[in-house]
């Protein structure tokens, strides 16, 4: 895998009572991968956190997870059926393979591998959970302009960017999101911010001034998550999409699905998600638990990252000689 690459991957980590093996908790790190566990080792506590808001890249699960005997593949039918999307990679601990298990057990896997040859997973890994690249340069210009979007929204809070990751899951966060289509000449797919309705609004209307006694619909709120996917495609769009009009229009549409009691959305393509988290803090309000907002990206109509280019400013224009100023 490409060390110098800015985007990581969340996986759960399945893999024994205790502390993951030291030479899996390295083999995560070298790889970019943020690997979490549960509290509880019990498939109750697994199944919990699948329905829970977390947002992965993939589960690495030991056979023997449990502490039994073939207790891992029981969880592993689990999750497939409740989390097909996500990729599981299997842990055993005598042969890298799938050899042994029954043809439906081993269909749930992306790979089976052992400590002694983690260079089986590593491959995998690049092949399903970092099959795409994501620019540095395009990644880090995304952070820029949003963080340029919601702060003339948001005048009183911090905003805290973390690390871009990967996701293969479908899960919606929180009540509300936004989704605004990309089409360019490099790339096609759609734009969501998601939030937590609930506190989202409460920041709203503490920014807006409006007494605690006093109530604002959702609507309002509405209104500024919308503004704030508004200004972060215009700025996208100047900085990232040329002007080709000789561009077919008449292009491919795939269906969106989305089922709001299960939380999910598809949108008819495997490739993994681009998740930017955003962390809204109050600076006067130390004591307010800081608000979360999620940025996601999927390019599930057209990728061609090696056709990307930055538009040139006005600024670069000038020092090379194209422009002048007068």
Same mark, same amino acid.
């Given at each position: 895998?490409?060390?110098?690459?800015?985007?990581?991957?969340?996986?759960?980590?399945?893999?024994?009572?205790?502390?993951? &093996?030291?030479? *899996?908790?390295?083999?995560?790190? $070298?790889?970019?991968?943020? +690997?979490?566990? %549960?509290?509880?080792?019990?498939? #109750?506590?697994?199944?919990?956190?699948?329905?829970?808001?977390?947002?992965?890249?993939?589960?690495?699960?030991?056979?023997?997870?449990?502490?039994?005997?073939?207790?891992?593949?029981?969880?592993?039918?689990?999750?497939?059926?409740?989390?097909?999307?996500?990729?599981?990679?299997?842990?055993?601990?005598?042969?890298?393979?799938?050899?042994?298990?029954?043809?439906?057990?081993?269909?749930?896997?992306?790979?089976?591998?052992?400590?002694?040859?983690?260079?089986?997973?590593?491959?995998?890994?690049?092949?399903?959970?970092?099959?795409?690249?994501? &620019?540095?340069? *395009?990644?880090?210009?995304?952070? $820029?302009?949003?963080?340029? +979007?919601?702060? %003339?929204?948001?005048?009183?809070? #911090?905003?805290?960017?973390?690390?871009?990751?990967?996701?293969?899951?479908?899960?919606?966060?929180?009540?509300?999101?936004?989704?605004?289509?990309?089409?360019?000449?490099?790339?096609?797919?759609?734009?969501?911010?998601?939030?937590?309705?609930?506190?989202?609004?409460?920041?709203?209307?503490?920014?807006?001034?409006?007494?605690?006694?006093?109530?604002?619909?959702?609507?309002?709120?509405?209104?500024?998550?919308?503004?704030?996917?508004?200004?972060?495609?215009?700025?996208?769009?100047?900085?990232?999409?040329?002007?080709?009009?000789?561009?077919?229009?008449?292009?491919?549409?795939?269906?969106?699905?989305?089922?709001?009691?299960?939380?999910?959305?598809?949108?008819?393509?495997?490739?993994?998600?681009?998740?930017?988290?955003?962390?809204?803090?109050?600076?006067?309000?130390?004591?307010?638990?800081?608000?979360?907002?999620?940025?996601?990206?999927?390019?599930?109509?057209?990728?061609?990252?090696?056709?990307?280019?930055?538009?040139?400013?006005?600024?670069?224009?000038?020092?090379?000689?194209?422009?002048?100023?007068?």
């Amino acid at each position: 895998m490409n060390s110098n690459k800015m985007v990581v991957s969340k996986v759960l980590v399945l893999d024994g009572a205790g502390l993951p &093996p030291d030479s *899996l908790k390295a083999f995560c790190e $070298e790889c970019g991968l943020v +690997a979490i566990k %549960p509290q509880q080792g019990d498939a #109750d506590s697994v199944m919990t956190i699948l329905k829970s808001n977390v947002d992965l890249g993939g589960i690495l699960l030991h056979e023997n997870y449990g502490g039994k005997t073939g207790q891992g593949l029981e969880l592993a039918r689990a999750i497939h059926a409740s989390r097909p999307e996500l990729p599981l990679f299997l842990r055993r601990d005598a042969v890298s393979s799938v050899a042994g298990l029954a043809e439906q057990d081993a269909a749930m896997f992306r790979c089976a591998y052992t400590l002694a040859d983690l260079q089986l997973l590593k491959a995998t890994l690049e092949a399903s959970i970092f099959s795409r690249v994501y &620019p540095n340069d *395009l990644v880090r210009g995304i952070t $820029e302009i949003t963080r340029g +979007a919601l702060q %003339p929204l948001f005048r009183e809070c #911090d905003i805290d960017v973390e690390t871009p990751y990967l996701v293969k899951d479908r899960i919606i966060y929180g009540e509300v999101f936004t989704m605004m289509a990309i089409d360019s000449h490099w790339c096609r797919g759609y734009m969501m911010l998601q939030a937590a309705e609930e506190a989202m609004m409460a920041l709203i209307s503490r920014e807006a001034g409006i007494d605690e006694g006093e109530t604002m619909t959702f609507r309002e709120l509405n209104n500024v998550l919308g503004e704030a996917t508004n200004l972060a495609w215009g700025a996208f769009k100047s900085r990232y999409v040329s002007q080709d009009v000789n561009r077919c229009q008449c292009q491919t549409q795939v269906p969106i699905i989305i089922n709001h009691q299960r939380r999910y959305i598809s949108f008819g393509s495997e490739d993994p998600q681009l998740c930017i988290k955003y962390t809204l803090r109050e600076r006067n309000r130390p004591d307010v638990a800081p608000v979360p907002l999620f940025q996601r990206f999927v390019f599930n109509l057209n990728w061609s990252p090696d056709e990307f280019r930055e538009n040139p400013t006005v600024e670069s224009l000038v020092e090379s000689g194209e422009l002048e100023l007068f």
